[in-house]
Each structure stands twice: as structure tokens, then as C-alpha cells.
């Protein structure tokens, strides 16, 4: 059984009192534990609903997304130990000032102990490799440190599935995707996560086991071709 299963997922957004336009058409994946897949597309491709549907936070128009054959429409499993992580950029000002106090914020939420959830959540630091970030606020992190941090917090609460969706509007070089795509096959390979990746089109993927890419709703395969 695959751990995330996307079944004939459509997805139709009504754009006005009569006209709908469709975001995602007829896709279908499977996602197997400790793998890294990498999903390309524009501004607007519909790459992100596809990965709020996989973390069973929006429900599919028509189609099934199941995880470890759960139902995500009947039960969620994002944030619970051994199911669905989601990196999030958006820092909270509310859950704490540094970033150490972010990413530690999941553990506080389970009853860990302030010690406790500091010293796991500084441990996911280091394996993002943002250690020194810690004591930082969240405005003060350049765009990879912002990432790295989202990918920490998501971290902590001990995901089998890792779902990352790189943010519009930045201007990230070939170094940082280069980079990011390193930590993200190490935390698929070393740590047994699977990891689903959504990005701009056109970036560098190399080091992804499959890379798929977005246009007009569908979903195509980039890497390893077709057979």
C-alpha cells in the first residue's frame, strides 16, 4: 500500500455566479515512503491546491485522497505523529518571539515541557541545518532560513509524509534550490519521510526521485520518464 494515494482528484473553483475554471484535472499519484517527488508549476497552476488536498486540508471537488488508506475527507492526519506534516511559512507572532519558540510550539501544543519541546525542536534545527537561526525572530530570516525553519517545525512532530510548498515571489538562486533539494532528499533517504515538493517551473530539480510538472490541471512526468 502506498502511504499518500490521489485518486482521480479534480478540482473546480467557481469563479463567478455561472463559470468555474479547472484547477486540477483527473490526477492521479502515489506516494511511497522515503521518496522525494518534486511538483513544477507557474503562478496559479494549481500546484498548491494539489498539496493542500494531500494534506486533507481542502477536500477534492471529485476523487479520493488517501493516506495510508485513510480517507482524508473522513479523517484528518496532519500534525499527528507518524502522518501528515505541512511546512508553512507563515510565522505567528503569538506562539513566540524566536524562531526556537516556533518550532517548538507543536511540541508545547502535546504537553511537552517548555525544556523538553526546546531542546527537540532545537535538534530539528540543527537537522535542517538553521541551528544558529534559534534565537533569531522570523523577520530577520533571509528566504532559505525561512524555508529550512518551515521545514524544522513541520519536523518535529515526527511526520511520515513531509509536504513543502516553496513560496511565490522570491528569487532564489540556483544554489539554494540546489541546497534545499539536498536536505530534502537526505530527511526522504536517511530519515525514511517521504517528501512532496512543490515549486516554481523551471527550477533546478535534479536530485528529486521523480519530478513532476503542472499545466492546464494536469499532472505530467518530468523525471524518471515514461516508459
Known amino acids: 500500500m502506498s502511504l499518500l494515494t490521489l485518486d482521480h482528484i479534480s478540482m473546480w473553483c467557481r469563479t463567478g455566479h455561472?463559470?468555474?475554471?479547472v484547477a486540477l484535472r483527473d490526477i492521479s499519484l502515489n506516494v511511497e515512503p522515503g521518496e522525494l517527488i518534486t511538483v513544477a508549476g507557474k503562478r496559479s497552476s494549481g500546484r498548491t491546491t494539489l498539496l493542500r488536498?494531500?494534506?486533507g486540508v481542502t477536500p477534492p471537488t471529485s476523487g479520493t485522497a488517501r493516506f495510508a488508506g485513510i480517507d482524508l475527507t473522513q479523517r484528518t492526519m496532519l500534525g499527528k505523529p507518524s502522518g501528515i506534516?505541512?511546512?508553512i511559512t507563515h510565522f505567528e507572532p503569538v506562539i513566540g518571539r524566536s524562531v526556537l519558540e516556533q518550532v517548538a510550539a507543536p511540541?508545547?501544543?502535546?504537553?511537552?515541557?517548555?525544556?523538553?519541546a526546546r531542546t527537540v525542536a532545537y535538534r530539528f534545527l540543527q537537522r535542517a541545518e538553521v541551528a544558529d537561526c534559534a534565537p533569531l525572530t522570523a523577520a530577520e530570516l533571509d528566504y532559505a532560513e525561512t524555508l529550512r525553519v518551515s521545514v524544522a517545525r513541520a519536523l518535529v512532530t515526527a511526520p511520515s509524509l513531509l509536504l513543502v510548498d516553496q513560496p511565490d515571489g522570491d528569487e532564489p538562486s540556483e544554489c539554494t534550490d540546489h541546497e534545499l533539494i539536498k536536505?530534502?532528499?537526505?530527511?526522504?533517504?536517511h530519515d525514511?519521510?517521504?517528501?512532496?515538493?512543490?515549486?516554481?517551473?523551471?527550477?533546478?530539480?535534479?536530485?528529486?526521485d521523480r519530478a513532476l510538472t503542472l499545466y492546464r490541471g494536469r499532472l505530467r512526468s518530468m523525471w524518471p520518464p515514461r516508459i
Do not use: Q
Not at 455561472?18 to 475554471?21: E, G, K, L
Not at 536536505?183 to 533517504?189: K, N, P, Q
Not at 512532496?196 to 528529486?208: K, Q, S
Open 85 to 87: 506534516a505541512y511546512a
Open 53 to 55: 488536498i494531500a494534506a
Open 18 to 21: 455561472r463559470n468555474a475554471s
Open 183 to 189: 536536505l530534502l532528499r537526505s530527511i526522504a533517504h
Open 107 to 116: 511540541l508545547l501544543c502535546r504537553g511537552f515541557s517548555i525544556l523538553r
Open 192 to 208: 525514511a519521510i517521504a517528501v512532496m515538493l512543490t515549486t516554481d517551473e523551471g527550477r533546478g530539480l535534479a536530485g528529486a
